[in-house]
Every structure is written in structure tokens, then in C-alpha cells.
């Protein structure tokens, strides 16, 4: 499962991984723009226990092109109207639970039938109430400024409009704490593949296997602080950063490490790895 916002690479990352790999991936928004003018049509006769009932008793049917999972609706006239507001009516189609509940259920059963022989990307929002028996559940997150970027981009709409769409998805997110949480936020697509592969790569050999987990980063990124929080959570050993202990011991800055020779960063490692191995 990719869950996000708009805007924060579920797709993109959906898209590569599948061109790589013999993945599928399937959009919640896919089947809801195929539902919402049917939905536009009959609320403009019908009252809602109607709706609800027409609407669950359409026949959906899927296609798989160029590693996506397409949807149809079978037996069912083309009422697309250009004139709605297809993301407008969409929120409001889906702020009714009972229609929700049955989108998200086409969509259960399509992954149920297809699951046996593809690894299915689901992209979407609450993809833990679409389908509650995810492998793995990728929360994209990014920062606020460049959310709002790629929404105006992509959308073509200005920021205020950008802003109040960003505001209205918001409200509308839950998830469990059982996610893995990916931060896009300055990072090339290359590089969210590849954190999302390693997940599904290493997953099993961490529960395997006992082994070393570094965190790596820049100054003030809350390596230490994470590390320290893991090892008590997960009752297993930390080790501090030698490098680190000796510039905080000796007022060392940054500019005075640049002018050391190889025997100084010599002394730095070996003790370092002896730690690590005591």
C-alpha cells in the first residue's frame, strides 16, 4: 500500500518500481472517476438509498496495461459529463460511507483475484480500509513547500487553491502506526525506489537474521536520538559514534577534522569497529 496526499510521489514511485519489476499497481482514483458521473447523474433524480443501491450493483471489470490495472464498467452507458468538477464530486461521493465502503470492496476483490500472481502496488488514501491485508503500508509524506509546488504544477492551479486541496485531503487521513513512513521531500524518484525496494528486499532478513542497522545522515538529522530510542524499543544494543564523542571531547569542529591525516581517521575507525565488536 502507498499512502499520501497528492503530490507526495506514490504514483511516480508506483510507476517506476513497476517498469522494473513484474509489478501491477491500481489507483483508488481510477474507479472513482469512473463512478462519479454515474453518481453525478442519479443524485440529480434519485434519493441517496437508491444511489447507494445502483451504485453496488454495478459491474466492474479490470484490464492490466502497461503494468496497470485499469477498471470498466460493464453494461453501463458513458454519462461522463465535462462540465463537473470531477475532484469536487469525488470528495463528496466519498464522504457518504456506504458508497465508499462499496468502492473500496470492487477494489478488494479486484486485488483478491489478481494478488496470487502479481505483487499489487495499491495507491490511494486509508489503503489499510481498502484492503486490510497489506504486506506493507508506505506512508509518502514531504514538506509542506514542496507539496504545494507539485500540486500547482501538476493540477495547474494557483497556491491558494493548491493549499485548500492539500487542507481537505488532510482531513480526511488516517492510518495505524504499523507504517513505514517515506519522506520524499528533496528526493529524486531514483532515490524513493530504491529506499521502498530495499524495505521489500531486506525485510526478511532482518527478521532472520541478527544485524548491524546504521543511520547515516548530516549533523542535526536525529541520527543519534533515533538510535538511541530504537535500541530500547527493540531491547537490542546501540552504539555511539566514536568520530562524534571525540569531537565533543576534544572542541573539535568541523574545519579541524578536514586537516587530519589518514593516521588520526586510522585511530578514529579501528576504535570505532573494536566498540562495535565488544
Given at each position: 500500500?502507498?499512502?499520501?496526499l497528492?503530490?507526495?510521489?506514490k504514483?511516480s514511485?508506483?510507476?517506476?518500481?513497476?517498469?522494473?519489476?513484474?509489478?501491477?499497481y491500481?489507483?483508488?482514483?481510477?474507479?472513482?472517476?469512473?463512478?462519479?458521473?454515474?453518481?453525478?447523474?442519479l443524485?440529480?433524480?434519485?434519493?441517496?438509498?437508491?444511489?447507494?443501491?445502483?451504485?453496488?450493483?454495478?459491474?466492474?471489470?479490470?484490464?492490466?496495461y502497461n503494468?496497470?490495472?485499469?477498471?470498466?464498467?460493464?453494461?453501463?452507458?458513458n454519462?461522463?459529463?465535462?462540465?463537473?468538477?470531477?475532484?469536487?464530486?469525488?470528495?463528496?461521493?466519498?464522504?457518504?460511507?456506504?458508497?465508499?465502503?462499496?468502492?473500496?470492496?470492487?477494489?478488494?476483490?479486484?486485488?483478491d483475484?489478481?494478488?496470487?500472481?502479481?505483487?499489487?502496488i495499491?495507491?490511494?488514501?486509508?489503503?489499510e480500509?481498502?484492503?486490510?491485508?497489506?504486506?506493507y503500508?508506505?506512508?509518502?509524506k514531504?514538506?509542506?513547500?514542496?507539496?504545494?509546488?507539485?500540486?500547482?504544477?501538476?493540477?495547474?492551479?494557483?497556491?491558494?487553491?493548491a493549499?485548500?486541496?492539500?487542507?481537505k485531503?488532510?482531513?480526511?487521513?488516517?492510518?495505524?502506526?504499523?507504517?513505514?513512513?517515506c519522506?520524499?521531500?528533496?528526493l529524486?524518484?531514483?532515490?524513493v525506489?530504491?529506499?521502498?525496494?530495499?524495505?521489500?528486499?531486506?525485510?526478511?532478513?532482518?527478521?532472520?537474521?541478527?544485524?548491524?542497522?546504521q543511520?547515516?545522515?548530516?549533523q542535526?538529522?536525529?541520527?543519534?536520538?533515533?538510535?538511541?530510542y530504537?535500541s530500547?524499543?527493540?531491547?537490542?544494543l546501540?552504539?555511539?559514534e566514536?568520530?562524534?564523542?571525540?569531537?565533543e571531547?576534544?572542541?573539535?569542529?568541523?574545519?579541524?577534522?578536514?586537516a587530519?591525516?589518514?593516521n588520526?581517521?586510522?585511530?578514529?575507525i579501528?576504535?570505532?569497529?573494536?566498540?562495535?565488536?565488544?
Open positions: 500500500g502507498f499512502d499520501g497528492s503530490g507526495t510521489g504514483t514511485t508506483a510507476v517506476a518500481l513497476c517498469e522494473n519489476n513484474n509489478y501491477l491500481l489507483e483508488l482514483g481510477d474507479l472513482c472517476r469512473k463512478i462519479v458521473p454515474i453518481y453525478v447523474k443524485k440529480e433524480q434519485y434519493d441517496l438509498e437508491y444511489i447507494i443501491n445502483y451504485i453496488s450493483n454495478l459491474n466492474i471489470g479490470y484490464k492490466i503494468n496497470r490495472i485499469c477498471f470498466e464498467i460493464i453494461n453501463e452507458q454519462t461522463f459529463n465535462e462540465n463537473i468538477n470531477i475532484r469536487s464530486e469525488i470528495y463528496n461521493m466519498v464522504q457518504i460511507e456506504k458508497i465508499k465502503n462499496t468502492i473500496y470492496g470492487f477494489l478488494a476483490n479486484i486485488i483475484k489478481i494478488k496470487k500472481k502479481y505483487t499489487i495499491l495507491v490511494g488514501r486509508e489503503v480500509l481498502i484492503y486490510s491485508k497489506l504486506d503500508h508506505f506512508l509518502f514531504t514538506n509542506d513547500e514542496e507539496l504545494i509546488k507539485r500540486i500547482m504544477t501538476r493540477d495547474k492551479i494557483n497556491e491558494e487553491q493549499l485548500n486541496r492539500k487542507n485531503e488532510q482531513s480526511m487521513h488516517s492510518f495505524s502506526k504499523n507504517v513505514i513512513i519522506n520524499t521531500s528533496r529524486k524518484i531514483e532515490d525506489v530504491n529506499l521502498v525496494q530495499n524495505v521489500l528486499n531486506y525485510n526478511n532478513q532482518i527478521k532472520k537474521h541478527k544485524i548491524k542497522v543511520f547515516l545522515g548530516t542535526s538529522t536525529g541520527k543519534t536520538t533515533t538510535s538511541k530504537c530500547k524499543i527493540f531491547n537490542d546501540y552504539v555511539s566514536k568520530l562524534r564523542e571525540h569531537m571531547e576534544n572542541q573539535l569542529g568541523y574545519f579541524d577534522i578536514l587530519w591525516n589518514s588520526n581517521w586510522y585511530d578514529i579501528s576504535s570505532q569497529i573494536k566498540y562495535e565488536k565488544e
